[in-house]
């Protein structure tokens, strides 16, 4: 019960810090300081759309949302989008080799399998398993991500542990063509070359992203081979509407398992192919009302290889193929003091597994899904109140009904409240039939600004889970009980600092034990320098897996992370830059067993040209 008591005087002292943050009166300012914090702490009023499904200010959102900008991208030299991920407070994403490995990404300790991750409005979740391959998804079309930490079922259906919304680039407005080529290279002969095409005339724009990412392998056997293309096309109506669509395809063969040095004779390789499109239609309709449609189609096709290391003897494959497509309606009612959404879902999804050695219920399997939801903003002064509710018939677990209630409290133009709380589930993989996973989640937080040049956020939660599956979790009910706090300067001599830091005790409630497997403490911190010709920061983070000891797990270090960069040559519409990066460069290890090791220190170099 140590870690019991721990979490109550962490918990203890976040209260304070919530009283303190309340009663410190506000600090005399210089004049010439207030340019630098407006720029920082101005994400109050920025448009955050993924809580309830349109657009409308963070300080009106209930919800503990993190939002992570361009800017902030450009500035980690990122490949993928699970690099983004690695450093936003409260994620843990496990590793598991090269850039564009597979990469299994977890929010405030719930399962990977929990979280809905969205590309353009189109589950990247599979069918088979609800992995998410955020390796797959390139850092270059990434306009921005936000991020919800706990059950958002009342806007989305199945998301128990939360939702990463991954809002893509928009065609670049002013211009006819523009664009940007990039090449690096880094040990092990890994390379990421992109070429970028954008632009827009007569109402008409475009963006085209193509590329190709590779490597031999930072870690052995871990080889990655994958080639990517995205476009996306809009045109604005005449009558305040615009049509849109967007299609994205990646294939990829890598290295997944290596067994070898731990004495076992089999390694598996992994071959897959995806196809994403979406075909859209917003339209303004006056007197506030806006109407969108939205069309979207998935496919997606798994070869799981498996092979002795010493001879090359080959196991039967596995070969899994996916389709989803799906329709969604949504009619915005946007007033001064009110926000109403009203909307549906339908998917019509189809699996096929050909493997021949599972004991699967079902190994081919069609079902059709569809959901309605509604929620609502009322603002009143300082107060906002956002219910909301969704009803989904799922065909294979029933109808599920999922409720939310949240309100955001502005104290003054330094500080707000939150409180949220929810029911959320998520499905089981489609092959089996097994219950639904059910939570009930309850935060509550405050954001502020009252000491100069530091942000500070904090948030205090509950996860109440049951009908659990797992090999040593079925049936069961757990509760994890939690705090999240996070920091943020704003740039003097050009340098910020910032911080994030997530606790969770989970245990079971039939007998109070710990749940292994579940991480426990989650670490980032950053250095940042920006003077709009140099750059560079320096990331940190750790994760305190928890996992079983019997898996020789490591994870009692820092991982550190060096990014740099230099903008040569810069012109009005044209620039020249070079970047480099020195990965997990005072080579610790982080990882919770053994058969999937972390990266050791390795560094990476190259060049972009803007035009």
Known sequence: MSNRNLLNSLRALLTVLFLVLLLSPAPAR???????????????????????????PLSQTAENVT?????????????????????????????????????????????????????????????NDNFSDVGSVPADIIERIEIVKGAASSSWGQALGGVINVITKSPEQGRTVSGAASASMGERTTSDDRLELSGTSNGLGYLLSGGYLGSNGVLQHRQLHSANGYGKLTYDLADAGQIFATFRYT??????????????DF???????????????????????ELELFGRHAYRRIGIFGSQVSDGAQFPPTIIKENASGADLKLIWRKEYNLLVIGGDYEHDELKNSDIQGNFDYLNRKVDRWGIFLNDTLATGPVAITPGVRFDHTRTNGDQFSPSLGATWQLDD??????????GYSL?????????????????????????YLWLKGTMFRNETWNLQGIDTAGSRHIALGSELEARTTPILNTS?????????????????????????????????????YRGMLTGRQIYWHSDPAFNGRYYGLIWDLHLGATLLKRENSSLELFFTGYNIFNGRM??????????????GGMKVRF
Do not use: C
């Open 591 to 604: 990882y919770q067993d053994e058969f999937t090791p972390s990266t050791g220190r390795w560094f990476e």
């Open 497 to 533: 600092l910032g911080a994030g830091w997530t606790y969770t005790d989970t245990y079971r409630t039939s007998d109070g034990t710990p749940v292994l497997g579940a991480p426990r403490h989650t670490l980032q911190l950053s250095v940042r320098y920006d003077d709009q010709t």
């Open 67 to 127: 939002a992570i900008t361009r800017k902030e991208i450009e500035a980690l030299n990122a490949h993928t989008l699970a690099d983004i991920l690695i450093t936003a407070p409260g994620i843990q994403v496990d590793m598991r080799g090269s850039p564009g490995s597979l990469a299994f990404t977890n929010i405030q300790s719930s399962k990977y399998n929990h979280v809905l991750v969205l590309v353009d409005g189109v589950p990247l979740n599979s069918l």
């Open 267 to 289: 390694q598996e390789d992994e071959d897959t192919r995806n196809l994403y499109a979406t075909l859209g239609f917003r339209r303004n309709l006056g007197n506030g009302l």
């Open 30 to 56: 210089a004049e010439q300081d207030t340019e630098d914090t407006l720029g920082l702490f101005t994400a109050w009023q920025e448009q955050s759309s993924t809580a309830s499904r349109a657009p409308k």
């Open 428 to 452: 089981p993989e489609l092959v089996y039939n097994k219950p639904t996973e059910k939570i009930w989640t309850s935060q509550i937080g405050i954001e502020s600004q009252v000491i100069p």
């Open 251 to 264: 294939r990829a063969s890598q290295g997944e398992l290596f067994l070898a040095p731990l004495g076992i």
């Open 414 to 423: 330094k500080t707000i409240l939150r409180a949220y709380t929810a029911q």
